[in-house]
């Protein structure tokens, strides 16, 4: 008794099926297909081999011909770490102009400041301490609590002096974001008034 053979499952272009008997199964393309489709399926495979050992050819000549190129991968790293410097150096420049601007700013402005109150520290000392003390000076007696008001507004004057004496300007620098803090303090002592 012989089976019923099936079609070749194959179709063109146009969609038009085989009408020849199918031989064995395509590894290909895992259709069923007669011999002649079968050989056809063949030759594409022989042709996408060529074009492979083309490749695998074209790869072969490049590892060939490739050589490590220490010279352009060094001028090319040297051209990236110049073009990173000559920021850098600019930010810095740019900041050190800046901040030697501020500086010249906030000294001109404590100059004025120590003036002022240098003169006032002055004016206690001579127009409340010394007339107070010639005051107690002139008396027969001496009150304890004249003494101690005296050596009170002394001492204020002296911290007024002190602080005169230090410089109220302070320079921070933070060297992970390359930015520098200058901060002016006021004069405390030296600008209250007894």
């Given at each position: ?8 499952q194959h179709s063109d272009i146009d969609g038009i099926q085989c009408k020849s008997n199918d031989y ?171």
């Open positions: 008794m012989a089976s019923a053979r099936n079609l070749c064995i199964l395509c590894p290909h393309c895992q259709l069923q297909l007669c011999l002649k489709h079968l050989n056809s399926h063949q030759d594409l495979l022989r042709s996408e081999l060529f074009i492979l050992c083309d490749d695998i050819d074209r790869v072969r000549i490049n590892f060939d011909n490739l050589i490590f190129d220490s010279t352009n991968q060094r001028e090319y790293l040297f051209k990236q770490l110049d073009e990173w410097y000559d920021q850098k150096i600019n930010l810095i420049t740019k900041i050190y102009a800046e901040k030697k601007q501020e500086i010249q700013i906030l000294c001109l402005k404590s100059h004025m400041e120590f003036d002022i109150y240098k003169t006032k520290q002055e004016k206690q000392l001579k127009d409340n301490l010394i007339k107070q003390l010639n005051k107690v000076l002139k008396q027969k007696q001496i009150h304890i609590e004249d003494l101690n008001k005296m050596k009170t507004k002394l001492d204020y004057i002296q911290k007024g002096l002190d602080e005169l004496k230090q410089l109220n300007i302070d320079i921070y620098f933070d060297n992970t974001n390359f930015d520098i803090n200058i901060i002016k303090r006021r004069y405390i002592e030296a600008a209250k008034v007894m």
